[in-house]
Nanobody, 113 residues
Framework: VQLVESGGGLVQAGGSLRLSCAAS????????MAWYRQAPGKQRELVAR????????TYSDSVKGRFTISRDNAKNIVYLQMNSLKPEDTAVYYC???????WGQGTQVTVSS
């Protein structure tokens, strides 16, 4: 199993980023996927989750209305579109296959004020 995140970077508050997670080594279309994040000194927290077919999504209250999770089962990629970014969104963002211990290496998102 391999999960490779990309798309992180430095952005000003109010800006946008789109994260991607390329998956391989398993049947992508049968698994729900999720994005988590971990800020310095804090626990890893769930950001968004998407069902295997993409019809059901859930978000943490802190990102609801600003972030959108989506997936392309033909390309084995899950996305996280992040708009109206805030300094408190600064964290390492991780992609994971739901209900497993499979994680990517993470991608750093830094939002400056």
């Amino acid at each position: 199993v391999q999960l490779v995140e990309s798309g992180g970077g430095l952005v000003q508050a109010g800006g946008s980023l789109r994260l991607s997670c390329a998956a391989s080594g398993f049947t992508f279309s049968i698994y729900a996927m999720a994005w988590y994040r971990q800020a310095p000194g804090k626990q890893r927290e769930l950001v968004a989750r998407i069902s295997n077919g993409g019809s059901t999504t859930t978000y943490s209250d802190s990102v609801k209305g600003r972030f959108t999770i989506s997936r392309d089962n033909a390309k084995n990629i899950v996305y996280l579109q992040m708009n109206s970014l805030k300094p408190e969104d600064t964290a390492v963002y991780y992609c994971t296959r739901a209900r497993t211990n499979d994680w990517g290496q993470g991608t750093q998102v830094t939002v400056s004020s």
